[in-house]
């Protein structure tokens, strides 16, 4: 570790203390913990979201996926997350438009679809199946951190790790606040980081041109003693997946990333629809220059290191690169911006299991019971370091790379959650019976097919989905206004807003069974409690 890592860490460090101190002052509720109070401005919103998206899945894992899948990883998953984020806006402006949006995704889904029922079994499904999506995540974040800090340290991956809880403890004490302030830093970290990471790969290899020369006819293996490669085959659209796999692995990515819980609840936190939406386009736009970066990084790699030695997986593209050929300061900001990469999204996946678990479902079950905004914040900034140090246990023996362990997740997510949340958001017809459907056809589809080792498991989970949705919209009745007026209509009538008041328990509002006898219940609901 060179003495500017020592310069560039501390610093990186002390803002880090200073962000997460400054932000306790900003949590006065259980919404400001949650999504930020539903107030976040647009700088703060592009800043988080930039982060979240630049994890150590994109800044570690495309670069290995194109050393050894060449151009096609541009395909399966830069293309297929510009895709995402590019729909983003639509589904922005209407998940913010309520004037009392959810907390949570579990708890949009309760008010879309079971408005009326004192205990959702909806929200109670699709909060375990967060929390398992995103305890992953998790795991995939503390690994790519571990590996860097192997790399910058000299410490062992298994000892690293632990490193990561002091930086989880810092970023997790000021819930979303915390969260959003830190990552503007990690943001235009990255940035920096990837930026300064391409100009090395340029500068030792003599620019696109030899880059692309190599790439074109080395047939070199990804590791020493592996099969050696087709040559040409690192510039194939389809590189060494097939176009079944490939198209898979892009629309799980393009899809399902859309409509994963940690970005509708992202869409929550700020200000008005028109910050949701404008956040996203400025998202978009500032990945750009990243993804370019990750690319020229990833093709570069091959030319430098034509093989990786025995043990090492294409998840050490990034950090070999800085350690053989980046000067001092440019190795010690690229791979401190890798850290961040690793913080920014893993404290965000970690506030996400942590509100599944807390206010999702122990919460939910008790729906007569008073919760106080004070204690709940307290027991979630708890929850969220036990999770943390569960997360880095697990991640002792990593079982799967970075980039393709989220397309897993995602895959699954868009499964089970898209037709629910689109036709949710621009559909009125669209029902409760029709979303436990399309959840329930969707994740079991998409976990059976990859399972029996099918091209592409999500096609077939999101295509099951959308029949068992349609057909059970189409045979069951419609849902009550409360449901979807707040998603669709300007003005909403006073029964839509009380049911919303009494699901998210506001705390300027009555509590406990009070609550629940101000609000009309419906037919529908009366038959479902029965």
Same mark, same amino acid.
């Given at each position: 570790m060179t003495f500017w890592h020592y310069i560039v860490a501390a610093a990186y460090m002390a803002f880090l203390i200073w962000g997460c101190l400054k932000s306790l002052g900003q949590v006065e509720s259980l919404s400001d913990f949650t999504t930020g109070g539903h107030r976040m401005g647009l700088l703060l919103g592009v800043g988080t979201s930039v982060a979240t998206w630049v994890s150590v899945a994109s800044v570690m894992g495309v670069p290995g996926q194109l050393y050894s899948n060449g151009i096609a990883a541009i395909i399966g998953w830069v293309a297929g997350w510009f895709m995402a984020t590019a729909v983003m806006p639509l589904l922005a402006?209407?998940?913010?438009?309520?004037?009392?949006?959810?907390?949570?995704?579990?708890?949009?889904?309760r008010m879309r679809f079971e408005p009326f029922d004192r205990i959702s079994k909806l929200q109670l499904i699709v909060a375990v199946l967060m929390f398992i999506g995103y305890f992953i995540f998790c795991h995939l974040q503390v690994v790519g951190f571990g590996i860097v800090f192997n790399t910058i340290t000299g410490i062992r991956y298994e000892y690293a790790i632990?490193?990561?809880?002091?930086?989880?403890?810092?970023?997790? #004490?000021?819930?979303f606040w915390s969260v959003a302030a830190t990552d503007m830093l990690n943001a235009a970290m990255i940035l920096i980081g990837v930026m300064l990471g391409a100009g090395t790969i340029l500068y030792a290899t003599g620019g696109i041109g030899p880059i692309m020369e190599a790439v074109a006819t080395t047939t070199a293996p990804t590791n020493v003693g592996g099969p050696p490669l087709e040559p040409g085959v690192l510039l194939s659209p389809a590189g060494t997946f097939g176009w079944s796999v490939l198209m898979g692995i892009f629309m799980a990515n393009a899809i399902g990333a859309s409509v994963a819980p940690h970005w509708i609840n992202r869409f929550m936190a700020p200000k008005n629809s028109k910050?949701?939406?404008?956040?996203?386009?400025?998202?978009?736009?500032?990945?750009?220059?990243?993804f370019a970066c990750l690319i020229v990084i990833g093709l570069g790699a091959k030319a430098l290191?034509?093989?990786l030695p025995e043990g090492?997986?294409?998840?050490?593209?990034?950090?070999? #690169?800085?350690?053989?050929?980046?000067?001092?300061?440019?190795?010690?900001?690229?791979?401190?911006?890798?850290?961040?990469?690793a913080v920014s999204t893993a404290n965000s996946m970690l506030l996400n299991c942590a509100t599944s678990i807390y206010y999702d479902l122990y919460r939910s079950l008790y729906p007569d019971r008073e919760f106080d905004d004070t204690r709940a914040t307290r027991q979630l900034r708890f929850s969220v370091i036990g999770l943390g140090v569960l997360s880095v246990i697990s991640a002792i023996k990593p079982p799967m790379l970075l980039a393709m362990g989220f397309t897993y997740v995602y895959g699954a997510f868009g499964a089970a959650f898209m037709w629910p949340v689109w036709?949710?958001?621009?559909?009125?017809?669209?029902?409760?019976?029709?979303?436990?459907?399309g959840i329930a056809v969707g994740a079991t589809a998409f976990i059976v097919a990859k399972v029996m080792g099918a091209d592409n498991p999500f096609l077939i989970g999101a295509t099951l989905s959308l029949v068992a949705t349609l057909v059970t919209v189409r045979l069951t009745a419609p849902p009550p206004k409360?449901?979807?007026?707040?998603?669709?209509?300007a003005e909403v009538s006073a029964s839509t807003l009380a049911v919303a008041r009494r699901i998210r328990r506001d705390s300027d509002h009555a509590h406990g069974p009070a609550a629940h006898a101000a609000t009309p219940i419906h037919p529908i609901a009366k038959e479902a409690n029965t």
């Open positions: 402006w209407k998940v913010r438009r309520p004037e009392l949006p959810a907390r949570t995704f579990p708890e949009f889904i632990f490193a990561f809880l002091i930086v989880l403890l810092l970023t997790s #004490i000021g819930g910050a949701a939406v404008l956040q996203m386009m400025w998202t978009l736009i500032l990945l750009i220059p990243i290191f034509p093989s090492k997986t294409t998840d050490y593209i990034m950090p070999l #690169i800085m350690q053989d050929y980046a000067p001092p300061f440019v190795a010690a900001v690229t791979l401190i911006a890798l850290l961040a990469a036709f949710g958001l621009f559909w009125k017809r669209m029902n409760r019976e029709g979303a436990y459907a409360e449901a979807y007026e707040a998603y669709f209509d």
